[in-house]
DNA sequence: CCAAATATTTGAAGTTATCAACTATCAACG
DNA sequence: CGTTGATAGTTGATAACTTCAAATATTTGG
């Protein structure tokens, strides 16, 4: 019978791969597009999860970049330079700061936000039957990770 | 009839935002094991590309990792400096320097792949139907992108 | 009130990145 | 030949990102 060792050339294995290799190909186009609104990743990701309509402390930040939080005093340095957030004194707790998108944050973020998840790459060229299988094995794998 | 805007419901607009939920989680994961290994994802991703069999030159290696050649200057050094490969003359060409993995650099390029490629995130957790059809359709997908 | 905990900042140190300038080598043409 | 121009790699400057340890300000709980 067959032994359990896991040969590379389950499906599993080679799905890994493959995302593997479409994920860095995204990346790279990714990082091209944001480079071209003078964006790195760090900080489209700290616009991304910075919601418009709702100020968030650094720290939360920091948890959400999975960064220390002397880094976001640098990231958010670098965003309010370029008036695309500003600091808030936190309600009720002096001590936390609030990071609060200015609209001109807000625009761009938004087209970060278009770049990072809009326009599909490979998948894109996929026929419509498979994207929704697609989509629909990615949900089912999502939810079984969490 | 329906407009053309690509309204954001679409397949390939969902399975691209679940593709980049799953590659974030699975950067994140592999970016915590390989600096067990004493790697960053630059260093790592400079050992995936030499072939522990066939030196490379340092200009290809930058190709490969679509950076500056100067910049390859200084990855070069640090794998050099711990022994995981070494700067041999190219033949015929003096100018050329062709980067070599040491037998300790083989071993420790062989664990940053397996886990790269190796053990898969969230689609280790799929039923095997669905990772054979999810292996088809990314198959379908890079050819396509190409 | 005082001690401990918390939020952010600062400073030091290392990695990564790009650009421009430099060195060494090669290739080719007259 | 020998100069001229291209090519491979390095160096130095500058900047962003990252972590850690130490400092500051504020809050909370005894």
Known sequence: MATKTKDQTMPAYEA?????????????????????????????????????????????????????ASNVTGIADRLEARGLLVRRAGEGDRRVKMLALTPAGAKLRRRALDLMTGPPAAIAALPEADQRTLRDILRRAVELQS
């Open 16 to 68: 890994q791969r493959l995302f593997f290799e479409i994920g860095m190909e995204a990346r790279r186009r990714i990082g091209t597009a944001l480079s071209e609104l003078g964006l790195t990743f760090p900080l489209a990701h700290a616009l991304r999860l910075l919601d418009p309509d709702r100020p968030l402390p650094m720290g939360e930040l920091a948890e959400g970049l999975f960064c220390d």
